[in-house]
């Protein structure tokens, strides 16, 4: 079975940046989407971004709104593991980070679409 493992999340100042790394134990398919979730004490858990590829299609990368032109999500298929470098990082940011994988239906956005998930690693973001 699959297992996600998130690293690279830490406390930063207002303004900074952190990589998130998140390694696959085993093989995910290129097919699979691969996302970041995010979830603050309090609030519901949302998604961040999602990378997408598959047979003859180039990569596609969608993020929330909150994140656009600050956030940005990759993969290396090589070392089998999807990056979110976040850049510009406000308090709002802080929360839990989780990546994701699977090919599930349904929106990027939903967790349904999802069936394999990693721990969740910290991410705090201080003025």
């Known amino acids: 079975q699959v297992q996600l493992v998130e690293s690279g999340g830490g406390s930063v100042q207002v303004g900074g940046s952190l990589r998130l790394s998140c390694a696959a134990s085993g093989y995910i398919s290129s097919n699979d989407k691969m996302a970041w979730f995010r979830q603050a004490p309090g609030k519901e858990r949302e998604g961040v971004a999602v990378?997408?590829?598959?047979?003859?299609?180039?990569?596609?990368?969608y993020y929330a709104d909150s994140v656009k032109g600050r956030f940005t999500i990759s993969r290396d298929n090589a070392k089998n593991t999807i990056y979110l470098q976040m850049n510009s990082l406000k308090p709002e940011d802080t929360a839990v980070y989780y990546c994701a994988a699977g090919r599930l239906s349904g929106s990027w956005r939903s967790g349904d679409a999802y069936d394999t998930w990693g721990q969740g690693t910290q991410v705090t973001v201080s003025s």
């Open positions: 990378f997408y590829t598959g047979a003859g299609i180039d990569a596609i990368r």
